[in-house]
């Protein structure tokens, strides 16, 4: 049974810096590119970031670019998100999802952890 | 970027109607890379459609998706009590490579 398990929300001022991590089980981690999304309270799905299955290749969207990086520890089945100069506006919940298609980027997300809460507030 | 537009915002609908939710892409959206994905409260999103039209694993088929370019339908043939639930589609990898959400259509019981 596929698994993912995120940890590492919490509150947090804004400015401040913050890391994420997803925990994958059930599957071959290593064969699957990985995602963070993410939802405002009360709000519609963002997608944050993708890293390919071998961490080649990274993406984000254009609102987190360059504050925050997505990181993969294929030998702990492990997924991270380093979020740094947080805004009040980055306050959601944050999940880890699974790309749908072995050993390609492009895919939908089949799997999806339960989420864990950022706060971002002084 | 690809912008995708959901209408209709809610859907009022009662028990064994039909369901018919439109994305709407703001440029063509390659090879069909769209899904749809069922959202309900407290709940992670499960992958119903991918491909515009192939059902995930395990999705009844009640559920039908159709569509290619920038025009695509999510169906629900006759809503059970717990199809009731908001819904959203997805384009992914379309260059530059983003994967982008419509702002989700909700489906409540009228």
């Known amino acids: 049974e596929v698994q993912l398990v995120e940890s590492g929300g919490v509150v947090v001022q804004p400015g401040g810096s913050l890391r994420l991590s997803c925990a994958a089980s059930?599957?071959?981690?290593?064969?699957?590119?990985m995602h963070w999304v993410r939802q405002a309270p009360g709000k519609g799905l963002e997608w944050v970031s993708l890293?390919?299955?071998?961490?080649?290749?990274?993406y984000y969207a254009d609102s987190v670019k360059g504050r925050f990086t997505i990181s993969r520890d294929n030998s702990k089945n492990s997924l991270y998100l380093q979020m740094n100069s947080l805004r009040t506006e980055d306050t959601a919940l944050y999940y880890c999802?699974?790309?749908?298609?072995?050993?390609?980027?492009?895919?939908?997300?089949?799997?999806w952890g339960q989420g864990t809460l950022v706060t971002v507030s002084s | 970027e690809i912008v995708l537009t959901q209408s209709p915002g809610t859907l009022s609908l009662s028990p064994g109607e039909r369901a018919t939710l439109s994305c709407r892409a703001s440029?063509?959206?390659?090879?069909?890379?769209l899904a749809w994905y069922q959202q309900k409260p407290g709940q992670a999103p499960r992958l119903l459609i991918y491909?515009?039209?192939s059902r995930a694993t395990g999705i009844p088929d009640r559920f039908s998706g159709s569509g290619s370019g920038t025009d695509f339908t999510l169906t629900i043939s006759r809503l059970e009590p717990e199809d009731f639930a908001v819904y959203y589609c997805?384009?992914?990898?379309?260059?530059?490579?983003?994967?982008?959400f419509g702002q989700g259509t909700k489906v409540e019981i009228k």
């Open positions: 997805q384009q992914y990898g379309s260059s530059p490579r983003t994967w982008t």
């Open positions: 059930g599957f071959t981690f290593d064969d699957y590119t």
């Open positions: 491909g515009a039209s």
């Open positions: 890293i390919s299955w071998d961490g080649g290749s990274t």
């Open positions: 440029q063509s959206v390659s090879s069909s890379y």
């Open positions: 999802a699974k790309g749908a298609d072995i050993v390609v980027v492009v895919a939908a997300l089949d799997y």
